[in-house]
């Protein structure tokens, strides 16, 4: 039997309605997905980086290209995995086969949930290809709850990136992100 590998998938795509090129606009004087995955790269127990990309997003291929050129060769390098813009759970499942993953970054699943959830294709939403776990909490795991760790100083921050307005927020702040 082989051993468990565990794969962060970061899903990342310029055509966001709510912020569009979000992922190459700068912060700190990087793109925010090099943000990302500097910060996942340093993650324990992770064996693989894998960024899932629209196959149409070039300028999102070039900076993460880039960053491999670049960065400290200690670090893991990341892997492309491309696919069609409008089904992240197809991008998801194509990471996963194409690199024997078992886990993924932050919403945790084995593979077998995600190859059950990319072949349940009747009941299959738009959101559900968009979001990935949605089908597996609404048809596997209704009352899956939120696991939350202990709270700290910077639990009550909101530190993920949606809009512009979220952008300038985390500007304001004075931690390391």
Same mark, same amino acid.
């Given at each position: 039997m082989s051993a468990r590998r565990v794969v962060a998938v970061i899903q990342a795509r310029l055509?966001?309605?709510r912020f569009p090129r979000k992922s190459v606009t700068p912060f700190r004087g990087r793109p925010l997905i090099e943000h990302v995955?500097?910060? #996942? =790269? =340093? /993650?324990s127990g992770v064996d693989e980086v894998i960024v899932t990309v629209p196959t149409s997003d070039a300028d999102l291929i070039r900076v993460v290209t880039k960053l491999n050129d670049t960065q400290d060769e200690s670090l893991p390098t990341t892997r492309l995995v491309y696919g069609p813009e409008k089904d992240v759970l197809w991008r998801y499942w194509l990471a996963g086969t194409a690199y =024997?993953?078992?886990g993924t !970054?932050?919403?945790v699943f084995s /593979? !077998?949930?995600l190859s059950r959830a990319r072949h349940a294709r009747v009941s299959l939403t738009d959101e559900d290809r968009e979001? #990935?776990?949605t089908w597996m909490k609404r048809t596997l795991y209704p009352d899956l709850g939120i696991v939350r760790r202990k709270v700290d100083h910077l639990s009550s921050l909101k530190l993920s990136v949606d809009t512009r307005s979220d952008l300038l927020a985390l500007e304001t702040l004075d931690v390391d992100i």
């Open positions: 055509g966001s309605s995955i500097c910060r #996942v =790269q =340093q /993650m =024997q993953a078992n !970054d932050v919403e /593979m !077998d949930l979001h #990935v776990t």
